[in-house]
């Protein structure tokens, strides 16, 4: 039961439908206009294709914000300018996305920029209680609270940014993640004694999955044209800054960026232990992932690679629901135990296919 509307829901019915129109048209213009990415060793498509779709998502999430603000602003909260920090700090994520897309800047350059900024904002939004339930809780200095913030919002958006190599498969679960982010807000933003410091991202969020929706269908099924590192840096700081801006307000904890992202984060994490164990370079790009040997040796579809990982990104976040459902109607925090069995159920699945992967390439081989 919605105790109350932080943001009306008619203005966030046209947050979504406004900015996935917007998007779709500008998206068309990236199709006709914009940079193309030309098939090379390391991707998986084998036709020049457009690569400036996220530039579409970020002018269609700011379009959509701007417009509603203004013509609306008489029914939007305030929320003490924490929405606007968090749109600032994704659209400059982003912008250095789009000149990566163009120009293939210095992948250290580009860690170091990702580091700056993102201390800025942890310096802000910083973690300094950490609640692992059943009573068990830690506080960090503040420094200390910042710098592990930081490292959260650097991994996070590497995270999304390294699984963006297959239509679909991210956009689809940055959509997924958003939407969770907006219902989340809807439903437990009204018990928290600060509710309306999460109306600005409410609306970021709503106006963001509406842009996403309306980008889709152009990268999966039609493939023509990836969100490129502007879409992934400008989404994944959406998704790892607003978990900050929810927590700050007091709707949820810092494990629901582990839920969001589990699927994602696993293969991001097992493959750099991976590649570490074998010697070989992490900022070297690569097709060690498992969704690419997977497209690789077992099935070409990136349609079906992409409803395989949104299964399981919508099944993460649903235990993240159920869990924090568990902890308001019972007071049993159940949040990280419960993500850590996860990871771990995850990371067993991740082994087996591996495994299985590297048998059937030897068989084959053989």
């Given amino acids: 039961m919605i105790k109350f509307w932080i943001i009306p829901p008619l203005i966030l019915i046209a947050a979504l439908v406004i900015s996935a129109l917007t998007s779709a048209a500008l998206t068309q213009l990236a199709i006709r206009g914009g940079p193309v990415d030309r098939p090379r060793a390391r991707g ?23 417009l509603l603000s203004l013509l609306l602003h008489s029914q939007l909260p305030r929320d003490g300018g924490h929405g606007f920090a968090l749109l600032i700090y994704a659209v400059l994520l982003g912008l250095s996305g789009a000149l990566d897309d163009i120009f293939a800047l210095n992948a250290k350059f580009k860690l170091i920029f990702q580091i700056v900024l993102s201390l800025g904002f942890a310096a802000a939004y910083p973690i ?77 969020c709503a106006c963001a999955l509406g842009a996403h929706l309306g980008f889709l269908p152009f990268n999966l099924p039609l493939g023509k044209v990836f969100q490129g590192d502007a879409g992934s840096l400008f989404g994944g700081a959406l998704i790892t800054g607003g978990v900050l801006l929810m927590v700050h307000a007091g709707v949820t904890s810092l494990w629901l960026g582990g839920y969001v992202l589990a699927p994602l984060l696993v293969d991001v994490l097992l493959t750099l232990a991976l590649r570490a164990k074998s010697g070989a370079r992490l900022f070297e790009a690569h097709k060690d992932h498992l969704y690419q040997q997977w497209l690789i040796h077992k099935d070409p579809s990136h349609l079906n690679m992409a409803l395989r990982v949104w299964a399981l990104c919508a099944f993460s976040g649903a235990v993240g629901l159920l869990m924090r459902y568990i902890h308001i109607e019972t007071g049993v925090n159940l949040r990280f135990v419960a993500l850590v069995a996860l ?18 390439s030897a068989v084959k081989t053989a």
């Fill in 44 to 66: 998986s498509h084998r036709t020049p294709t457009a690569t400036s779709g996220g530039m579409a998502i970020m002018a269609a999430t700011a379009l959509g914000i701007g």
């Fill in 128 to 204: 300094v209680q950490i609640d692992f339930g059943f009573g068990a809780s830690i506080s960090l200095w503040p420094w200390l609270g910042m710098i592990g913030t930081a490292l959260w919002l650097v991994l996070g958006l590497n995270t999304i940014n390294f699984m963006d190599g297959s239509n679909g498969l991210a956009i689809g679960s940055q959509s997924i993640a958003l939407g969770l982010m907006v219902i989340m807000i809807i439903v437990l933003g009204p018990l928290s004694s600060k509710s309306f410091d999460a109306a600005g991202l409410l609306l970021i």
């Fill in 343 to 360: 990871f771990w159920l995850l990371a067993a699945g991740w082994l087996w296919l591996r495994y299985k992967i590297s048998a059937d």
